[in-house]
């Protein structure tokens, strides 16, 4: 309920929609992480070192963004190592 709110109408509806068309298929390469607060929602996709977007991934990222949803990729990078001594 509280991500429903923090999306609002329109942007839930088109999300909906889009599982909709092929459920099986869609349910897949939803973002990794669902942030929300008091008034807005964010969807993060995470990656890391040599990872990339598949195309279900970019479709998702895609359409919640044009339904005027907050996204974003979140690139993450392997520790530097510290030499010994």
Same mark, same amino acid.
């Given at each position: ?17 889009? $599982?909709?068309?092929?459920?099986? *298929? +869609?349910? /897949?390469? &939803? ?6 607060? =008091?008034?807005? %929602? ?10 990339? $977007?598949?195309?279900?991934?970019? *479709? +998702?990222? /895609?359409? &919640? ?6 996204? =974003?990729?979140? %690139? ?10």
């Amino acid at each position: 309920r509280l991500v429903a709110c923090g999306m609002g109408p329109e942007p839930l509806a088109a999300v909906f929609r889009f $599982l909709a068309q092929d459920y099986r *298929y +869609w349910s /897949g390469g &939803l973002p990794d992480l669902t942030l929300w607060r =008091e008034g807005g %929602a964010k969807f993060s996709e995470v990656k890391g070192p040599g990872d990339s $977007l598949s195309t279900k991934q970019w *479709y +998702w990222l /895609g359409t &919640l963004k044009k339904a005027g949803v907050d996204t =974003e990729l979140c %690139a993450v990078q392997a520790p530097k190592l510290l030499p010994k001594g």
